[in-house]
Nanobody
Framework: QVQLVESGGGLVQAGGSLKLSCAAS????????VAWFRQAPKKDREFVAH????????YYSDSVKGRFTISRDNAKNTVYLQMNSLKPEDTAVYYC???????????WGQGTQVTVSS
């Protein structure tokens, strides 16, 4: 079992920055990839960014590429999402998810709200 807890969300003006954290507990001895997703009101959940266990592999959705950076500190069992140049369309609940068995994101956090005002 892996427990994930997101934090760092809030209200920010367009053009501003936020840094989200995803802290893992439970089964953290083995490595696994982590991703961030988001879901805006009345919209489907969408993929935002992914990072491999080692941190050497990352990829992003086109909508955030160049503005968001995913990173991790395995010593702290924490994955981060640095979000810069935020836009109102980035407003959503942001979730982190862990791919523990190598086949799917099967552990999810409770989400953290990000609101970007224009």
């Amino acid at each position: 079992q892996v427990q994930l807890v997101e934090s760092g969300g809030g209200l920010v003006q367009a053009g501003g920055s936020l840094k989200l954290s995803c802290a893992a507990s439970g089964r953290t001895s083995s490595g696994y990839a982590v991703a961030w997703f988001r879901q805006a009101p009345k919209k489907d959940r969408e993929f935002v960014a992914h990072i491999s266990w080692s941190g050497s592999g990352t990829y992003y959705s086109d909508s955030v590429k160049g503005r968001f950076t995913i990173s991790r500190d395995n010593a702290k069992n924490t994955v981060y999402l640095q979000m810069n140049s935020l836009k109102p369309e980035d407003t959503a609940v942001y979730y982190c998810a862990a791919d523990v068995d190598g086949s799917s994101y099967n552990y999810w956090g409770q989400g953290t709200q990000v609101t970007v005002s224009s």
